[in-house]
Each structure stands twice: as structure tokens, then as C-alpha cells.
């Protein structure tokens, strides 16, 4: 035994573990709200054992994963709108494509 706990370590979204989430959600959503809960878990152990410095470092670690999962949510809220205003740019990934209008019709004319 190495005495290394995966949970611990940042290990838990490596190698399997949990299944996909049936639901279609994000993953990476998910792995950082169970890394959260666990988190939560060490640092209420932590304070039951009076270990205010390691209390301390978990608070401020709860607090690093909580600001990404904020960002991450952003990201998926503005993605979702983006998609739903604009169809191209969820189909294709590129964007609104420009407009060219009547640009076809124009022709050089050598002469």
C-alpha cells in the first residue's frame, strides 16, 4: 500500500471510476462537484479534529473549485444562448457566416 488515497490526490477523473453521466451532463462539471463534496467532508473532519491549518488550506481549496465550477457553468449558459441564437455556429463550430447578398451577380467584364 502506498498510503496515496486517489480521492485525495486529484486522482478520482483518471482511469475510470465513475460512469458517464446519463443525463449528458459535463463531466468535467461533474468531476470538480464530487471533488467539492469531498472537499466539504475533509475539511468538516478537519474541524471536528481541531486542525484549524488544514481546515484553513481545504477552505481555501473549497473555494478554488467552487470559482471553477462558476466558470464552467458560465461557459455552458453562454454556449447554450450562443447556440440558440445562431443555428450556424452550433452546427458548423465557425460562427455566423457573413451575408454576401447580391455579391454573386457581380461579374468583370474584359474587354
Do not use: C, H, W
Request: net charge positive.
Amino acid at each position: 500500500m502506498t498510503g496515496i488515497n486517489p480521492m485525495s490526490s486529484g486522482l478520482q477523473g483518471i482511469g475510470g471510476g465513475a460512469a458517464p453521466s446519463k443525463s449528458g451532463g459535463n463531466s468535467r462539471l461533474e468531476a470538480l462537484e464530487r471533488k467539492l463534496a469531498q472537499l466539504k467532508g475533509e475539511k468538516e473532519k478537519a474541524v471536528r479534529n481541531k486542525d484549524g491549518e488544514k481546515a484553513k488550506k481545504l477552505e481555501e481549496e473549497i473555494r478554488k473549485v467552487e470559482k471553477q465550477i462558476q466558470q464552467l457553468k458560465a461557459k455552458e449558459k453562454q454556449k447554450k444562448q450562443d447556440q440558440g441564437k445562431d443555428p450556424e455556429k452550433a452546427e458548423n463550430g465557425y460562427g455566423q457566416m457573413p451575408e454576401f447578398g447580391g455579391l454573386g451577380n457581380l461579374v468583370d467584364v474584359y474587354g
